[in-house]
Nanobody
């Protein structure tokens, strides 16, 4: 019904930048909050950033001032601009979103498959 596809991950040197994208497609009536998570080896998962449909944002303390979340509602896409990257930012980054597939249904949570970000010299 609904698919979320991330892109933009890769290998970058410390201090570098990457921009992640997460595009939602399928049977979409509306999208609520969209989020970026990251998962470290050992399966610890952290909420990195979130953005509501109205544009309010939330960031983990570890990324404040370095990462920026934004969204393009016309494209059903959320972005994560990551600057001043550090080795400890290395993780698999995944997006999720609360999506309604019709006006009579409640929001459901959908996840993307994840994209690897590696920060290393």
């Amino acid at each position: 019904q609904v698919q979320l596809v991330e892109s933009g991950g890769g290998l970058v040197q410390p201090g570098g930048s990457l921009r992640l994208s997460c595009a939602a497609s399928g049977s979409i009536f509306s999208i609520g909050t969209m989020r970026w998570y990251r998962q470290y080896p050992g399966n610890q998962r952290e909420l990195v950033a979130a953005i509501t449909s109205g544009g309010s944002t939330h960031y983990a303390d570890s990324v404040k001032g370095r990462f920026t979340i934004s969204r393009d509602n016309a494209k059903n896409t959320v972005y994560l601009q990551m600057n001043s990257l550090k080795p400890e930012d290395t993780a698999v980054y995944s997006c999720n979103a609360n999506v309604r597939t019709s006006s009579i249904l409640s929001y459901e949570l959908y996840w993307g498959q994840g994209t690897q970000v590696t920060v290393s010299s």
